[in-house]
């Protein structure tokens, strides 16, 4: 059997895009694309650029736009883009929120002997 093993990585980052993506939009909730939808468009409004000129809320535009995407239309070029806004720290803390673990699985630490 030939395991992918970057298919496996491309995999957990997609979890914890996803993960969030869900903090961002605060859709941790949401069981509906119309729900998704409806929480994007209230942000949205809130940082769009020509509402809201702080570079900040740019950044904070750029990263809801983002996470609308990878919540309703997928697709594996998203994982070459980054969040502006989130911290290491951020991270850390979705990904327990997420219950995602970073152990590796017994696949990747063989891979890593070898």
Do not use: G
Request: aromatic fraction near 12%.
């Amino acid at each position: 059997m030939i395991y992918d093993f970057e298919f496996r990585k491309n995999i957990k980052k997609k979890k914890l895009y996803e993960a969030i993506a869900k903090e961002i939009l605060n859709a941790w909730d949401a069981k509906t694309p119309i729900e998704i939808k409806k929480r994007f468009l209230h942000l949205a409004k809130k940082y769009h650029p020509d509402i809201n000129h702080k570079e900040s809320a740019k950044k904070k535009f750029q990263d809801i736009s983002l996470s609308y995407r990878i919540l309703t239309q997928w697709d594996d070029s998203i994982l070459n883009e980054k969040f502006s806004t989130i911290s290491e720290f951020d991270v850390k803390i979705i990904k327990i929120k997420a219950n995602i673990n970073d152990e590796k699985s017994h696949i990747e630490r063989f891979k890593n002997l070898y």
